[in-house]
């Protein structure tokens, strides 16, 4: 079994950043993919970003060119670093970790841009 969880979460006005950390106590961390997800109130878990074992990234339409992500192997942690956050961004961020056969979710971090 394993066990993801996630930190960094909060309020913040539009504009700002919020830095999300991912600490992943699961094997082979370092030949996992690594995802983060959100969810909005009543709207479906959407994909956010991944990073490959060996750091390429990918992101999707919405935080391309505002948030990175990254990943130390070495320590089992990833994280997200948001800029430029708007309103719409408001959800719960969830770290995930995926090898053949093991995914785990972690309970999610609240993030919510308001003035």
């Known amino acids: 079994q394993g066990q993801v969880v996630e930190s960094g979460g909060g309020q913040v006005q539009p504009g700002g950043s919020l830095r999300l950390s991912c600490s992943a106590a699961v094997s082979f961390f370092d030949i996992c993919l690594m995802n983060w997800y959100r969810q909005a109130p009543g709207s479906q878990r959407e994909w956010v970003a991944s990073i490959t074992p060996g750091g390429s990234a990918t992101y999707s339409d919405s935080a391309k060119g505002r948030f990175t992500i990254s990943r130390d192997n070495a320590k089992n942690t990833g994280t997200l670093q948001m800029n430029s956050l708007k309103p719409d961004d408001t959800a719960v961020y969830y770290c995930?970790?995926?090898?053949?056969?093991?995914?785990?979710w972690g309970q999610g971090t609240q993030v919510t841009v308001s003035s």
């Open positions: 995930n970790t995926d090898r053949p056969g093991h995914n785990y």
